[in-house]
């Protein structure tokens, strides 16, 4: 039983340009540099998608996992207040004249506590996985190494949100909710960037291509950059172009809202992509018209990247593979398939990863963070690039598990160099059994288990079958697949074609 779901998000379609929009580069000068990660204090809109589950309990939110309604546009959350719609209605202007796109309604703005916002995201997350997505998630996390075994991912999920949000932007209700007690002006400045969603939402309706490709998180994390690199251009413009009128206050306020002790404490799986989303995502947008500041970009670039979204991470960290037609690369689509396996067993879980996920896995999962550590942060490496295309599964039977992840390279040295660095991780002592396969030379495959035996962990994974195709094309799903094209012991995958 394959099930759908996912962990990640945003969309496509036309746009109405403002009249007499101003579509140049925006300026490159010193106050346009972009301000140190200040939308990392909201962990806006994308959190619902990037965050998985979060219910277990803690002192704020509710008290117990009763199931929490789907939330519905009818359902009023918040608190209204007269100042904070004016204040909204204000910027919006402002984000039209800087956006190049005009507001097709009113967003309204309302107060939360955190709360509220944990109650949205457990909601939206329900909304948009199945459960048993949400059951299979932590044990796919454990098996990668990226958590410690029994950890309770939903708890530090949960605290990290709350030791973070600022606002958030929920696309159901088309509503920003900023949370209660934030300075005056560092609630401007979340506007700016959360408007900006609000903006696109209406033009592009993020929610669409969430539910679109729940099974894709590499897709997903790459259509978030857009949306995050796209708010972080916009809001970076409007804090160079309002400095003189914000409180200084207002950012020191930002810095002390960051709780740099509760992150340290998450593993990188909870908070790398999600630096990586902003930064790495603002700096593609800017490599459009080939400058590659991170404070650059042109407003018909950004409308190209939602039209033509980039459909791989690999894109979004080497900009070059989307931008430049002559360098564009698409990534396989890889596909697994069921055949010949024990009795009982079924798929719980399926997904693609990607690059920047790839990169997580041999990576140092220690490393402690900080506003320098900041900046040294890496997203891929050598040992990452020359990804080609992946495709991950879980298989279940009762209390055992079996994960089978297969991943393809642009050459057999970049496969190897994976399989190198993979080698160097330490690895915590668990009851978690791994193993490494190279079913072909541009192919490897990551088979782990759980609660059963080596040998019946293999022969499950003996029973799954991988495809691959080029982008756009189906992979032959027929018992028997072409020559060339078939999983772990038959011959061996065809490298990837040039694009």
């Given at each position: ?198 903006l696109d939402d209406q033009h592009y309706d993020l929610l669409a291509t969430d539910r679109r490709l729940t099974d894709r998180t590499d897709a997903l994390l790459a259509h978030h950059a857009v949306i995050e690199g796209c708010a972080q251009v916009v809001m970076t413009r409007w804090v160079s172009e309002h400095v003189p009128t914000l409180d200084p206050k207002a950012l020191q306020e930002y810095q002390q809202q960051i709780d740099w002790k509760v992150l340290e404490a ?234």
């Amino acid at each position: 039983m394959q099930t759908p779901g996912a962990s990640w998000t945003l969309p496509t379609h036309s746009t109405t340009p403002v009249a007499g929009s101003n579509d140049a580069l925006f300026p490159k000068t010193r106050k346009n540099q972009p301000l140190p990660m200040f939308c990392l204090l909201r962990l806006a809109y994308l959190l619902p998608a990037l965050i998985g589950g979060i219910c277990a309990e803690t002192s704020i939110g509710p008290a117990n996992e009763q199931e929490v309604a789907v939330p519905t546009a009818e359902e009023p959350w918040g608190r209204e207040d007269a100042e904070l719609t004016r204040l909204a209605t204000e910027i919006m202007g402002q984000i039209e004249s800087l956006r190049g796109l005009a507001f097709r309604s009113q967003v309204a703005a309302r107060y939360a506590d955190r709360a509220a916002f944990l109650r949205y995201v457990e909601a939206m997350e329900q909304a948009m996985d199945s459960p048993e997505r949400r059951a299979a998630e932590p044990w796919v996390a454990q098996m990668l190494g990226w958590i410690p075994v029994g950890m309770d991912l939903r708890k530090v999920q949960r605290e990290v949100l709350a030791s973070q949000v600022g606002g958030f932007y929920d696309p159901v209700r088309k509503t920003f909710f900023v949370m209660e007690g934030l300075h005056p002006d560092l609630i401007r400045i979340l506007m700016a960037h959360e408007l900006a969603h609000a903006l696109d939402d209406q033009h592009y309706d993020l929610l669409a291509t969430d539910r679109r490709l729940t099974d894709r998180t590499d897709a997903l994390l790459a259509h978030h950059a857009v949306i995050e690199g796209c708010a972080q251009v916009v809001m970076t413009r409007w804090v160079s172009e309002h400095v003189p009128t914000l409180d200084p206050k207002a950012l020191q306020e930002y810095q002390q809202q960051i709780d740099w002790k509760v992150l340290e404490a998450a593993p990188r799986y909870l908070w790398q992509p999600l630096f990586g989303l902003y930064g790495r995502g603002q700096a593609f947008l800017a490599a459009g018209s080939g400058g590659g500041a991170l404070g650059l970009a042109r407003v018909e670039d950004l409308e190209k990247a939602y039209r033509d979204l980039p459909r791989s991470m690999e894109q979004v960290l080497h900009p070059s593979k989307y931008w430049q037609a002559d360098q564009r690369e698409e990534p396989l689509r890889v596909e697994q398939r069921s055949a010949d396996l024990p009795a009982g067993w079924q798929q719980v879980y399926a997904d693609t990863l990607g690059e920047l996920l790839v990169a997580l896995c041999t990576q140092s999962q220690t490393r402690k963070l900080g506003p320098l550590a900041l900046l040294g942060l890496r997203y891929t490496h050598d040992a990452a690039r020359g990804w080609a295309g992946d495709r991950i599964g879980l298989w279940q039977r009762e209390e055992a598990r079996v994960l089978v992840w297969d991943l393809f390279w642009d050459t057999p040295r970049d496969a190897q160099e994976f399989c190198d660095a993979l080698s160097q991780v330490e690895v915590e002592e668990s009851s978690i059994g791994r193993a490494i396969e190279r079913p072909g030379e541009s192919q490897v495959r990551w088979v782990a288990w759980s609660g059963t035996p080596r040998e019946v962990a293999l022969k499950v994974a003996a029973g799954v079958r991988c495809s691959t195709s080029p982008w756009g094309k189906i992979p032959d799903r027929s018992p028997r697949s072409p020559e060339g094209t078939e999983g772990p012991s038959q011959t061996p995958p065809q490298d990837r074609e040039p694009h």
